[in-house]
């Protein structure tokens, strides 16, 4: 069967017309465009092997955020280290519920920390564990090399600690103290859970 396909002078105007208001709103909205595919770009690029580590990222302050994705992305290009984020932001909500157990809720203290007095509670530090063959390796030779990684994109170590050790945890806190933060937090100094750091 052949089908014949014969131009007539309207259908060709209509088309012409049609094309010409196409090709003029994707002229008109050209920044948009390139703008949503930049976003999607990077939004790819940006992917860690890991959709719970995404996720996490997510939440961390917008001044960290890039650096503690391109933290994962390196340890698995440059260590063949694969990261998984398992503590981000944690809200003070969350740090006051977190507070309350073993002391007035059920259950054993978790943590010394009161809302505030932990980085995790401005979404300025990260835990992050390697996970091989689907298991976490708490205990890992390959610490010292994820820890000089993270140093070189300028996180603080939790591992240097004096007092207690804390090898999974990586913060930047901007050269403010606790109590700065603080201050910041509850005078409202803030976008959200994010305190203003300039
Ligand atoms: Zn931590």
Redesign the pocket.
């Known amino acids: 069967m052949r089908i014949a396909f014969k131009p007539n002078k309207t259908g060709i105007a209509i088309l012409t017309i049609m094309l010409v208001i196409v090709g003029y709103i994707i002229f008109k909205r050209r920044k948009q465009i390139k703008q949503m595919a930049s976003k999607t770009i990077e939004f790819i690029q940006n992917k860690t092997w890991d959709i719970i580590t995404d996720r996490r990222l997510a939440s961390l302050h917008p001044q960290i955020r890039k650096r503690a994705n391109e933290f994962i992305l390196r340890a698995e290009k440059e260590l063949g280290i694969k990261l998984r984020v398992t503590?981000a932001l944690r809200t003070w909500k969350e740090q006051e519920k977190l507070y309350a157990k073993g002391r007035t809720t059920k259950g054993n203290v978790v943590t010394n920390a009161k809302p505030g007095k932990s980085l995790?509670n401005y979404g300025l530090?990260l835990?992050v564990v390697e996970i091989k063959n689907g298991k976490a390796l708490w205990t890992n030779p390959n610490w010292s090399k994820i820890a000089a990684l993270g140093k070189s994109l300028g996180f603080s170590w939790?591992g240097d600690w004096k007092s207690f050790k804390?090898k999974?945890?990586f913060e930047m806190r901007f050269g403010k103290t606790l109590s700065d933060l603080q201050a910041l937090y509850t005078s409202g100094n803030r976008e959200g859970e994010y305190v203003n750091l300039a």
């Open positions: 503590s995790h530090a835990d939790g804390d999974p945890h």
